[in-house]
């Protein structure tokens, strides 16, 4: 039979404007997240993280915003460059444990 | 730091055969995880290990899948006897006890079971 793989959301935006990807957590209990970077062949690296007591946090041109009502979660690049290109991927976290359970990414392509 | 290490990079196998996966964590983490990477299922946790000791292998799909991790600064996971749904890339990676956020990734071993 056919296999179906994850439909990746992909977004393209042009070099230096800026872009939000998006991400919806599944657990109510998580109070803890954070935003990975994964580009080709390598593997996710971690770009942000906010706390579920925050609902803002910025950081060098990547804002995190943290929505608990609907549970959604927002990564903002401002003036986006080349080397943004990559998947993203939001995770999850219940501080009990050491675990992360990540989302399942976006594709994020700077159009020159 | 050289960062988390894996190796082999690349894993070419046929089915049937034995694959052995290997991890060198970040020295001084406490914590190793290993994932499966694949277009169907995403990034998924198979197990992990604190101080050495497996926590939760809940992630782990078959009896096929076991992990070691004899001391703090090796761990392998091996695929016995490996099938083609086995292809993928699987990471490794380290974390200080507390610090989810000091999670580092090794760049992957990708494996391709034919």
């Known amino acids: 039979g056919e296999s179906v793989g994850l439909h990746l959301p992909t977004l393209s935006v042009q070099e230096g404007d800026n872009s939000i990807i998006n991400c919806a957590y599944s657990n109510s209990a998580s109070d803890y997240f954070i935003w990975y970077k994964q580009e080709s062949g390598k593997g996710p690296q971690f770009i942000i993280d906010i706390r579920s007591n925050m609902d803002k946090r910025q950081g060098q041109r990547v804002t995190v915003l943290l929505n608990k009502t609907v549970k959604h979660l927002s990564l903002q690049i401002a003036a986006t460059q080349p080397g943004d290109s990559a998947v993203y991927f939001c995770?999850?976290?219940?501080?009990?444990?050491?675990?992360?359970?990540f989302g399942t990414g976006t594709r994020l392509t700077i159009i020159p | 730091d050289a960062g988390v290490i894996q190796s082999p990079r690349h894993e070419v196998t046929e089915m049937g055969q034995e694959v052995t996966l290997r991890c060198k964590p970040i020295?001084?983490?406490?914590?190793l995880f290993w994932y499966r990477q694949t277009m169907m299922r995403g990034l998924e946790l198979l197990i992990y290990f604190n101080n050495n000791v497996p926590i939760d292998d809940s992630g782990m799909p078959e009896d096929r899948f076991s992990a070691k991790m004899p001391n703090a600064s090796f761990s392998t996971l091996k695929i016995q006897p490996s099938e083609p749904r086995d292809s993928a890339v699987y990471f490794c990676a380290s974390s200080l006890a507390g610090m989810v956020e000091t999670q580092y990734f090794g760049p992957g071993t990708r494996l391709l079971v034919l």
């Open positions: 995770a999850e976290n219940q501080r009990k444990d050491e675990k992360l359970t």
């Open positions: 020295s001084g983490h406490d914590y």
